[in-house]
């Protein structure tokens, strides 16, 4: 059962346009949603995260927005440029699971020249 | 500050074997997380531990343990090794102090199994 539901699977923007990645989840003990970008043959690097209490977080030009009645939370990314190209995985942490995520499967972006 | 580091980097092992791979968590944390990133999807959680003990567990078959130091460096080991545990390990640390949940993730050991 997959917890945390995540598209597009790949997505292909202009350089400064605006990349947009969604995820939907139904487990309501979720309280801490972050988003993580990786790069191939590297780890995950957390990009910005957001709690339940508030419906967007921006930094920079990464912006969550967050719906809690309809369990979605979806990445912008404003201005995309050719080093924004990576696997953006979105997670979500149950508040009992000790800070354990559980990622959605990824979206490839690709940010053209 | 380093941050999360693991080794090795990669490892080719024959089904059958049992592998160790290791952690040592980012400066000031306490509490390492172990994930298995199959090609293409992403990280699944197989454990944590914290203070010593593995204090809980994804979906993931008893071939699968840890064990964690008193300097909170952690390691991961596989026994039994079959073609579909070939992945990206990937360690996470965390401090369990309140309110905190970030992890933080190393460059992970890539696993390959003949």
């Known amino acids: 059962q997959q917890q945390v539901k995540q598209s597009p699977q790949s997505l292909i923007v202009q350089k400064g346009g605006i990349s947009i990645i969604n995820c939907a989840y139904e487990n309501t003990a979720f309280d801490y949603f972050p988003w993580y970008q990786q790069f191939p043959g590297k780890g995950p690097a957390l990009l910005i995260a957001i709690r339940p209490d508030v419906s967007e977080k921006k930094e920079g030009r990464f912006t969550i927005s967050f719906n809690k009645s309809a369990k979605q939370f979806s990445l912008h990314i404003m201005d995309s440029q050719p080093g924004d190209s990576a696997t953006y995985f979105c997670?979500?942490?149950?508040?009992?699971?000790?800070?354990?995520?559980?990622f959605g499967k990824g979206t490839m972006l690709l940010v053209s020249p | 500050d380093a941050g999360v580091t693991q080794s090795p980097t990669h490892l080719i092992k024959t089904r059958g074997q049992q592998v160790t791979l290791r952690c040592s968590p980012k400066?000031?944390?306490?509490?390492v997380s172990w994930y298995q990133q199959a090609l293409g999807q992403g990280p699944q959680f197989i454990f944590q531990?914290?203070?010593?003990?593995?204090?809980q567990r994804g979906n993931f078959p008893d071939r699968f343990s840890g064990h964690q130091f008193p300097n909170y460096s952690s390691e991961l080991n596989v026994n039994a090794l079959l073609l579909g545990d070939s992945a990206l390990y990937l360690c996470a640390s965390s401090w369990a102090g309140h309110l905190s949940y970030e992890q933080y993730f190393g460059p992970g050991t890539r696993l390959t199994v003949t």
């Open positions: 400066s000031g944390h306490d509490t």
């Open positions: 997670a979500a942490r149950a508040d009992s699971g000790y800070s354990t995520l559980t």
């Open positions: 531990y914290y203070e010593e003990e593995e204090r």
